[in-house]
């Protein structure tokens, strides 16, 4: 089975710190995306990969960026963290987009 | 451009009875459409998926959906629920790219 992880289940920042997501993936998937899930709202697509180095904007890019230096990683960073960041955050993985995705266990992101 | 909408923010059914999850989608191709299940505190867990051919899928642990056109909908179905089942549900429509829907919440009554 594909595995995805994400490497913290549990954040807590300070306001205005830089944060790191990282994300890996250990079936050779060429896509990787990044969302966030809130109440009520559902997951929104923050950032998207098709490849090294590549990165698509999803529907909520403000605040934040990507990095993906490696196939198997992809990381989410928030430049100066707000407290309206405070989420959940998926990452997910796909080999091609009729597969479907696989989902780490999300990351849950405090920012006070 | 894509969206999905999930009219029932929270369903209740009681242990046994069928249930009905309902999707409606806006995309301007033929869609991938999937749904999907997270338990609390867990990742997503694909349940089934709609590209092409028989409009009926079916999905694991013995969810089904139905894929109408005419409707832009694709309804989640399962005939006789169990208590594990409870949970939250997401629809989803996209290709390369995947958008969900808000998600309906999933309460069974023993």
């Known amino acids: 089975d594909v595995k995805v992880t994400q490497s913290s289940r549990y954040l807590v920042k300070r306001t205005g710190e830089k944060v790191f997501l990282e994300c890996v993936q250990d079936m050779d998937h060429e896509n990787m995306f990044w969302y966030r899930q809130d109440p009520g709202l559902g997951l929104r697509l923050i950032y998207f990969s098709y490849d090294v180095k590549m990165k698509e904007k999803g529907d909520i890019p403000e605040g934040y960026s990507v990095s993906r230096e490696k196939k198997e990683r992809f990381s989410l960073i928030l430049e100066s963290a707000s407290t309206n960041q405070t989420s959940m955050y998926l990452c997910a993985s796909s080999l091609r987009a009729s597969y479907g995705y696989t989902f780490g266990s999300g990351t849950r992101l405090t920012v006070v | 451009a894509q969206s999905v909408t999930q009219p029932d923010i929270h369903i209740t059914v009681s242990e046994g009875a069928s249930l009905e999850l309902r999707c409606n989608y806006s995309?301007?191709?033929?869609?991938?459409l999937f749904w999907y299940v997270q338990s609390p505190g867990q990742g997503l867990q694909l349940l089934l998926k709609?590209?092409?051919?028989?409009?009926l899928v079916q999905g694991i642990k013995g969810f089904e959906a139905e894929f109408k056109r005419s409707q832009s909908s694709f309804n989640l179905r399962k005939p006789s629920v169990h208590w594990s089942d409870a949970a939250e549900y997401f629809c989803?429509?996209?290709?390369?790219?995947?958008?969900f829907g808000a998600g309906t919440r999933l309460t069974v009554k023993p």
């Open positions: 995309y301007g191709a033929t869609p991938y």
């Open positions: 989803a429509v996209g290709a390369d790219d995947m958008r």
């Open positions: 709609y590209f092409s051919g028989d409009t």
